[in-house]
């Protein structure tokens, strides 16, 4: 657990609870199409304004008990962006233009075809094109498109993003409304997800918005910095898609590289330079990592929950609880994954993280995906995620969640590290 304003784990108690951790390599991302972002029949939902992905400083707003949550609520129905693949306009190789359905000032935007070297070449994630939106030495325009968001609904943003490979590397700005957020990237097509909780009373729209943003290296005040999208996707939380290991495979179109990439990763991570896209392949082998121990914690059985040890998990007894999807004591719901999850408790300032020592091949940043809630109706605390001495903070809500932490160690050798929650 780490400290909120309403719950400090040096002295109150507070408690995260998880489910289903899953580890796999940014390589070996799944590719998410509109028609396979639908919720779980078994995942616990709310009709709250959940967050997921954002960062610890982004507003957020209370959301439901768990008493008014339910396992069968309808998926919410958002309008899909026009365009989002960047299909609709047809180039030779790549053209400044206004996509079809967006907005962009002209001579700023780019439509890019897979074929374009001069943007960084590759295949694009999805399709043939894809975009790219640039600063010329302080001139730029953002790429926006004004969205539909039905009243008390959180909207997450699903897409691929890179920056132009070659040219220095620019963090990118997703804005929705008022609210906005900033990832670094690299020069490899990634997958991310942004959450924004507007919180509007009634059925509204603002505006979505993408530009690039200063780094170390590129200022799009001053330099020429450019970020590229695709296949950008609209969801509810309620909606997201349950990930499998099995499922966890590389796309045969998506340039990946041997490099040290980072994906989720807050602006204050270190990180390290990717490979140029020279050195990129469309059909580099899946990496293969150790499978967690007993990540959907169903390898012990209790009646309705126990403080214990997880099987293959390392906790001080008596911190640590594994509880049954039947336990109102500890939130209630069912679980996300299977009959069990795992709790961590702080019980004033007396706590013990749960970790687990995975195995890291060399030169490979690692994913950690899984879900994750605030204890139901106790005072809600955040979630610390750490590998070996890289470390996260992840705002929660009291609804279970998909989230994802993207780690880069840049071992040289392969290696073992401490996975923490």
């Known amino acids: 657990p780490y400290a909120t304003a309403t719950c400090n784990p040096s002295k109150d108690d507070c408690t995260i609870e998880i489910d289903k951790v899953v580890l796999t390599s940014p390589t070996n991302q799944p590719t998410l199409h509109p028609s396979s972002l639908q919720p779980t029949t078994n995942q616990p939902t709310s009709s709250s304004i959940p967050s997921s992905q954002q960062t610890t400083n982004q507003p957020s707003s209370s959301s439901l008990p768990s008493s008014q949550q339910t396992t069968n609520q309808p998926t919410i129905t958002l309008s899909a962006l026009t365009n989002g693949d960047f299909e609709a306009d047809s180039v030779t190789d790549w053209n400044y233009m206004v996509p079809t359905g967006w907005q962009c000032a002209s001579g700023k935007c780019v439509i890019a075809s897979s074929s374009s070297t001069s943007w960084g070449g590759g295949a694009a994630p999805s399709g043939n094109y894809y975009a790219a939106i640039q600063s010329t030495w302080g001139s730029f325009s953002p790429l926006s498109q004004t969205i539909s968001i039905p009243a008390r609904v959180s909207i997450s943003v699903i897409l691929y993003a890179r920056s132009r490979p070659i040219f220095s590397i620019v963090s990118m700005k997703v804005q929705l409304g008022s609210l906005s957020m900033v990832q670094n990237l690299t020069q490899s097509w990634l997958l991310y997800a942004f959450t924004f909780q507007p919180a509007y009373s009634t059925n509204s729209t603002a505006n979505l918005t993408f530009a690039p943003y200063a780094t170390a290296t590129c200022n799009p005040s001053k330099d020429d910095c450019t970020i590229e999208i695709d296949k950008v996707v609209l969801t509810s939380p309620t909606n997201q898609p349950t990930l499998h290991p099995s499922s966890l495979q590389p796309t045969t179109n998506q340039p990946t590289s041997s490099s040290i990439p980072s994906s989720q990763q807050t602006t204050n991570q270190p990180s390290s330079s990717s490979l140029p896209s020279s050195q990129q392949t469309t059909n580099q082998p899946t990496i293969t990592l150790s499978a967690l121990t007993n990540g959907d914690f169903e390898a012990d059985s209790v009646t309705d929950w126990n403080y214990m040890v997880p099987t293959g998990w390392q906790c001080a007894s008596g911190k640590c609880v594994i509880a049954s999807s039947s336990s109102t004591s500890w939130g209630g719901g069912a679980a996300p994954s299977g009959n069990y999850y795992a709790a961590i408790q702080s019980t004033w300032g007396s706590f013990s993280p749960l970790s687990q020592t995975i195995s890291i091949p060399a030169r490979v940043s690692i994913s950690v995906i899984l ?48 996975l923490t929650f």
């Open 371 to 418: 879900y994750a809630r605030s204890r139901p109706i106790f005072s809600i605390v955040s979630m610390k995620v750490q590998l070996g001495s890289l470390s996260m903070v992840q705002n929660l809500t009291q609804s279970w969640l998909l989230y994802a932490f993207t780690f880069q160690p840049a071992y040289s050798t392969n290696s073992t590290a401490n």
